[in-house]
């Protein structure tokens, strides 16, 4: 069995809100495992008046203008190079940029329409309860995305560092060695994934560091950088 305690708390002098999971689960061999959760988000308020608020909501309208004009140039870039666009890995980038650009777009939209419901919600029935924890997931999924943007942009930028005789060079290394790099990363990926479901499979209900996916992936990792702080096995029962 399993005890599942959501809520969320709110700062009103920052706006802040807070969703808070805390699991406790039983597994077979009795141990408890517990998970903790706990997830800050903003809700914008694209009806505030004043002048923060209107600057805040001035900076959204140019993202969404900028996102629109990036979208018609790449669209004009395809029309224009056709089965030429895929050959170039910058090409490529870009593409993937822009996809995940507008994912980011699609998530801020579900974001503010499911908080306007949730808020509808809880001023009509504050007694009940309100699942702010979905917005909380779709915040947390914005993030990482918005995580991904960066790292392409940044990678953007090393274009221009082909001026330099060394960076050209390298780069030529790069792409002859890139087919055994890629031979080579997916065997490592499979016997990675591997070690990962067995340790996910066998120790899941009764370690924490195995719990799910993610914790799996995390000590595999730690494993293999020889990281083997917080990876011991504490059920000495699942051992026998």
Known sequence: ??????????NP???LLCSISVIFEVSQLGVVNTSLNAHSFLLADFNRKNSADSAENYLYLAIFIFFL??????????????????????????????????LWIVLFFRKHFLAIGIVQAYRSNPEDFIPFHAVAQVDHTMRVILGFLV???????????????D????????????????????????????????????????EWNYSDMIHAT????????????NTEFFNNRVLG
């Open 167 to 206: 960076v050209r060079l390298a780069q030529r290394a790069i792409q002859i060695a890139l087919p055994g790099i890629c031979h080579m990363a997916l065997v490592v990926s499979v016997y990675f994934f591997v070690f990962m479901a067995f340790g996910y499979l066998v120790f899941g209900q009764h």
């Open 69 to 102: 004009a990036y979208t018609v140039d790449e669209v004009y870039v395809i029309t224009q190079e056709r089965t030429a666009y895929v050959q170039s890995v910058y090409n490529l980038l870009n593409f993937a940029l822009k996809c995940i650009f507008t």
């Open 218 to 229: 995390q000590t595999m990792f730690s494993y293999c950088v020889s990281a083997f702080e």
């Open 1 to 10: 069995w399993s005890v599942i305690v959501e809520l969320t708390t709110f």
């Open 13 to 15: 002098d920052i706006s």
């Open 151 to 165: 790292f392409l942009t940044i990678l953007k930028t090393l274009r221009y560092s082909r001026v330099f005789y």
